[in-house]
């Protein structure tokens, strides 16, 4: 067993997802604390390891709450707007400054989905699932390709 594996083997969902959040969160802060030509390819790195987060929580944890709460409109819809949010980062056409503006558009709409999702999406969790069935949702969760923590 890997050492990533091994830390995440108590962890429930909830909390592996939350680890990954906070991860998130300070790859942003390197972001939006380096020079333009370094946040832009930092940028790059965030939005893929982002992409393949929300990929990840799609495919098994909406996934498998999805017959016991449909919708989750709210969680969805701030999933949306962090797409389109890494869309506008990543064209080229766009000055330096108006760039820095849109990161940090970007980074309130990231602190938004987190918001959402820990008290929306969590809850859901806690009430559907039993303990053990999310740990072994965060253990396979932590074994998909393009797991942080």
């Given at each position: 067993m890997?050492?990533?594996?091994?830390?995440?083997?108590?962890?429930?969902?909830?909390?592996q997802l939350a680890a990954e959040h906070?991860?998130?969160?300070?790859?942003?802060?390197?972001?939006l604390a380096s020079p333009y030509a370094v946040?832009?390819?930092r940028f790059d790195q965030l939005a893929t390891r982002l992409v393949a987060h929300v990929d990840r929580e799609i495919k098994f944890?909406?996934?498998?709450?999805?017959?016991?709460?449909p919708g989750h409109d709210r969680v969805v819809d701030a999933l949306a707007n962090l797409h389109v949010a890494?869309?506008?980062?990543?064209?080229?056409?766009?000055?330096?400054?108006?760039?820095?503006?849109?990161?940090?558009?970007?980074?309130v709409t990231l602190r938004h989905y987190v918001e959402i999702e820990e008290?929306?999406?969590?809850a859901a969790v806690r009430d559907v699932l039993a303990i053990e069935e999310s740990r072994e949702l965060a253990r396979n969760f932590a074994r998909i390709p393009g797991a942080m923590s």
């Amino acid at each position: 067993m890997s050492d990533r594996t091994q830390r995440t083997t108590d962890r429930t969902i909830c909390e592996q997802l939350a680890a990954e959040h906070r991860e998130l969160e300070a790859w942003l802060a390197h972001v939006l604390a380096s020079p333009y030509a370094v946040a832009r390819a930092r940028f790059d790195q965030l939005a893929t390891r982002l992409v393949a987060h929300v990929d990840r929580e799609i495919k098994f944890v909406y996934a498998r709450l999805r017959p016991f709460r449909p919708g989750h409109d709210r969680v969805v819809d701030a999933l949306a707007n962090l797409h389109v949010a890494i869309e506008e980062l990543r064209r080229d056409q766009v000055t330096p400054s108006e760039w820095l503006r849109a990161v940090r558009r970007f980074d309130v709409t990231l602190r938004h989905y987190v918001e959402i999702e820990e008290r929306e999406l969590f809850a859901a969790v806690r009430d559907v699932l039993a303990i053990e069935e999310s740990r072994e949702l965060a253990r396979n969760f932590a074994r998909i390709p393009g797991a942080m923590s």
